[in-house]
């Protein structure tokens, strides 16, 4: 079966940092790109960055540049995605989404079903 | 950074009707347009991607269409699991920057 399967929920206080997961299965995990959008309660959604599993090469928005790390396992075919500084704005849920490619044209057609983390003190 | 705008940001439909939501991008995207759908507390689905192309499994009476600016989600005829909120992005550059959402509740 084809899915992303991200870990649990998350509480954490102003400062510290969260390391979401993604596994991937049913698919070659190495041959499409690891996306994380987030989106607080009540909002759109916002791409954060990307990461190539294969390569391990990354690219991050610039809101997100230097608190953002994005890395994997390939041995377990797992993306993860670790925010530092957090901070009360930071509260929503992460989504992790695979990158798909058409004539040169990016979209997403996997999603993970979300990992809330919350940031309180 | 590409800034994403959609309209309306809301909209009352019944079963049947044909819906229509616009998406605009503040420069040209040419083709690099993707629409999806979310429901509350799910993840997003895509629906079309590249502007026009149907994501395989999803129903034909959705449609996409434009290039450039200008882009359009259409629903030809709305079934009760279509209430939802719809969003648009781009792919032409990164930040792949997400419209702000397009909310369609029942009349």
């Known amino acids: 079966q084809v899915q992303l399967v991200q870990s649990g929920a998350e509480v954490k206080k102003p400062g510290a940092s969260v390391k979401v997961s993604c596994k991937a299965s049913g698919y070659t995990f190495t041959s499409y790109d690891i996306n994380w959008v987030r989106q607080a309660t009540g909002q759109g959604l916002e791409w954060m960055g990307w990461m190539n599993p294969n390569s391990g090469n990354t690219g991050y928005a610039q809101k997100f540049q230097g608190r953002v790390t994005m890395t994997r396992n390939t041995s377990i075919s797992t993306a993860y995605m670790e925010l530092s500084s957090l901070r009360s704005e930071d509260t929503a849920v992460y989504y992790c989404?695979?990158?798909?490619?058409?004539?040169?044209?990016?979209?997403?057609?996997?999603w993970g079903r979300g990992t809330l983390v919350t940031v309180s003190s | 950074d590409i800034q994403m705008t959609q309209s309306p940001s809301s909209l009352s439909a019944s079963v049947g009707d044909r819906v229509t939501i616009t998406c605009r991008a503040s420069?040209?995207?040419?083709?690099?347009l993707n629409w999806y759908q979310q429901k509350p507390g799910k993840a997003p689905k895509l629906l079309i991607y590249?502007?026009?192309s149907l994501q395989s499994g999803v129903p034909s009476r959705f449609s996409g269409s434009g290039s450039g600016t200008d882009f359009t989600l259409t629903i030809s005829s709305l079934q009760p699991e279509d209430f939802a909120t719809y969003y648009c992005q781009q792919s032409y550059s990164t930040p792949g920057a997400f419209g702000p959402g397009t909310k369609v509740d029942i009349k």
């Open positions: 420069q040209s995207i040419s083709s690099y």
């Open positions: 989404a695979r990158g798909s490619l058409y004539w040169g044209s990016r979209y997403f057609d996997l």
């Open positions: 590249a502007a026009s």
